[in-house]
Every structure is written in C-alpha cells, then in structure tokens.
C-alpha cells in the first residue's frame, strides 16, 4: 500500500474540516454586519477564535495522548458542527463568541489529530510529496467553502446548516480508516527567546503573518458588502477565493526561489508587492464586485499568502536539524498570538472614519514594513551556507504535532555525528 492511500482518508476529513472553516469565515462577518454590528467588534470574534485556536493547540498533545486520535477527533468535529448550528439559533456577539472560541479549539484539535496520524502512517522518504498533497487539498477545499454561501442572505440558516454537514462528515472517513493510530505525540516548543536568538527573522514574519493575513482576511467579507448586484456573500466567496487561490499559485515559485537566494529576500519581495497592491486598492477603492478587484485581490494573496511558509523555511535553515520540530511547533503559537491581535487592529481600523479604505492603508503599511525588517536583518547578518540550508516545503500553520511530519524534522539519532548546524547561543551570530 502506498503511502498516499495510507493516509487518504485522513485528507479527505482536513478537506471536509476546511470546507466548513472556510464557508464560516465568510458568513460569520456578513451576518454580524447585516445585524449592524460594528468592525472593531467583527474583529474581536474574529481575535476570540484564533484565541480558541492558540488554546486547542496548547492542549493537543495532552488530549491525544489520553484520549487517541479517533477519540479527539470525534470529540472536535462534534463540538464543531453544534456550534455552528448554535450560532444559527442565536445571533447576538456573545453567544457567537463563545461559538467561535469552541470551533477555534475544535480545529486545531482536528488539524492535530489528523497530522499526527499522518506522521505515525507516512514512511520518511515519502513525507514531502504527502506533506506537499496534503496542504493543496487543504488549502483547496478552504477556497471550495465560501462558494456555499453563494446567493444566500445573512438571515439565511443553509450556510450553517452545510457547516454541520461538512463537520459531520468529515467523522466518517477517519471513523472507516484502517490505518493503526499512532504513539502519542510529545512535541516541546522552543522557547520564544530562544527561537528570536536563532531566527528573528523567521520569527518577525511568521508573527506579521498571523497579524495581517487573519486580520485582513476576517474584515474582507465586511468590506465585500459594499457590492452591487450581487450578494455580499457571493461578492465575499469570489474575493476569498481570489486571495487563497494566488497565495496557492505562488507557493512552488516563491519557493523555488528562496532555495537559491537568500530567503529575506523572498520574504521581503512578497510583503512589498502585498503592500503595493493593498495601497492601489485603497486609492480605488473599487467596488468589491468588480474584475479589477477582484484580480488585484489575487495578485495581494499572491505575495501575502506565500511568506508563511518561506518564514519557517528561513527559521528551520537557522535550526539544529534535530530541533526543528521544536522550533516549527513553536512558531505555530507566534503565528497563532499574531492572529489573535490583528483582528483586533483592523476591526478597530475600519470602524474609523477610513472605514474599508482603511482595510488597504493598514494591510499596505504592514506590507511595506516586512520589506524593511528583512532588507535590515539581511544588511545587519550574513546568509547561511548553502550546505546548511533546509529545502522548502509547502506549510500551512496547523498544528504543533504537525510539525513532527515535516520531512525536514527527520535526521539520525544513532551514534553518528549529525552533519547540523551548530548552535547559535550568540545573538550576533544567528541571523
């Protein structure tokens, strides 16, 4: 059996998981709008799910290793699907709230169940091509799930109620595998000043992208209600779409890239053209159901969606090899402390008198600021060599035992030497 259809299934379930996450992601900021909430307060839900998010990651591990895989992933899925039909009986911020912070921990529960499995059912040398097929078809089906609410209202009950179907279903395909569970994962996260002294660059962009492209991606439904013709929702679906498609085109190039030149650069190229793009879309303005929005949005997906991955490449080169699933675990709670802020700026933001225009201005500064950390890290420390570089694998911030599937977290552990790069516990050194 190959190592794909080991672990079919499991990706088939993180796809059904993503449909739902995705469709939510549009709906859940259409309806508080179309009640007349405030953007500052859109936001805050936005910041209280990726809080919930920050917390089913911390307890992962724990709730795996006493309760295994099949048991934790049953457990979020249902927990899930009944907060999503809890928020369609109940439409005030509080109760929705305390809905999105049970599906942020429900999710990261399920990401970390499913990768786990995934590295216990993955033989080492077909690591990468899984890792790479399985982080598409999440990505995809997050693309797919918008489009659920095409043509609904925000008073409609069908988006809600196709979360819980997708939440439901996607219990059977892990609940039907064959594959043996595996040992209970034991991840130990780097420490956050020691992952700054090692890699503060992979550290800087990792914590932006959390802050920036959840923030901006939380409040672009709102600013999709301005469209005309259509619904908001259909306006909103298109727009995700856009954004999460060109961040998917650009993955191999950018990639492809960085394994030849130094990384900052790359990092750096990505948040210039996110934020030139953010800063035309603030001078138009446009109407959100135009082509030229919509293709601008892309073309910002492009550049803003794609330095996540370039940031833990840069942070594993940095990295003893036999430390880098401590070091990518740990930068999974920077990421998620960054998402939980930037919802919070950007709500705040665009409830000021810039309203949606303040969307672009903001996005386009943080944009324009990575392009200067990393010019200014890469003036103030040297490349590494070559020979120490990690080669670039397509990632997705999901959980901290996914880490441990990583094909750059393998290495030998016998008496040979590891042919690693040493430890840099001098800050003037490591970056």
């Known amino acids: 059996m190959t190592a794909f259809s080991n672990v079919t299934s499991l990706i088939f379930s993180a796809a059904l998981m993503q449909i739902a996450g995705g469709l939510l992601g549009v709906i859940v900021p259409l309806a508080l709008g179309a009640e007349g909430y405030s953007d500052a307060v859109i ?39 009944a907060a999503a039909l809890f928020m369609a009986m ?13 599906q942020g921990i429900g999710i990261a529960l399920m990401f970390a169940s499913v990768e786990s499995w995934m590295t216990e059912a993955t033989p080492v040398q077909q690591r990468g091509s899984v890792l790479g097929i399985y982080h598409v078809v999440a990505k995809l089906a997050l693309i797919t799930g918008p489009f659920f609410a095409i043509g609904t209202t925000a008073d409609d009950l069908e988006p809600y109620i ?45 914590f932006i992208a959390g802050f920036s492209n959840t923030g901006f991606l939380s409040l672009l439904p709102v600013y999709a209600q301005r469209v005309e013709g259509m ?28 394994d030849r030149i130094d990384r900052r650069i790359v990092i750096g190229a990505m948040g210039l053209l996110s934020g030139i793009v953010a800063l035309v879309l603030a001078v138009l303005n446009g109407e959100p159901g135009s082509l030229t ?25 940095r990295c003893e090899p036999e430390k880098i699933a401590r070091m990518l675990s740990g930068l999974l709670f920077v990421w ?68 441990e599937i990583d094909p750059r977290t393998d290495y030998e552990t016998d008496d040979e030497t590891l042919s690693a790069v040493e430890p840099e516990t001098d800050p003037n050194v490591a970056n």
């Open 90 to 102: 109940f439409r005030d911020p509080y109760s929705w709230s305390l809905a999105r912070f049970a």
């Open 293 to 317: 929005v919509q293709i601008l949005i892309g073309l910002w997906g492009t550049g803003a969606l794609s330095f996540y991955g370039l940031c833990i490449a840069h942070a594993a080169d």
């Open 231 to 258: 619904t908001a929702a259909s306006a909103a679906a298109i727009l995700m779409a856009a954004a999460y498609f060109g961040g998917t085109l650009s993955q191999w190039p950018v990639g492809y890239i960085s």
């Open 43 to 81: 936001g805050l839900i936005a910041a209280v799910y990726s809080a919930g998010f920050m917390v089913g990651a911390a307890i992962a591990p724990r709730a795996i290793r006493q309760v295994a895989n099949i048991r934790t992933f049953a457990f979020s899925a249902a927990l899930c699907a």
């Open 336 to 403: 998620a402390s960054g998402s939980v802020l930037g919802p919070l700026f950007f709500g705040v933001v665009m409830s000021s008198p810039l309203g949606s225009r303040g969307l672009f201005i903001f996005e386009a500064v943080i944009g324009f600021v990575l392009f200067a950390v990393m010019i200014w890290r890469r003036q103030a420390k040297a490349g590494v060599k070559d020979a120490q570089r990690e080669s670039y694998e397509y990632v997705l911030p999901t959980s901290v035992v996914g880490a």
């Open 162 to 206: 196709w979360c819980g179907i997708f939440l439901s279903l996607a219990l059977m395909p892990v609940s039907a595998t064959r594959s043996l569970q595996p040992a209970p994962p034991d991840p130990d996260p780097y420490p956050i000043r020691r992952m700054f002294s090692v890699a503060p660059s992979g550290v800087i962009g990792v």
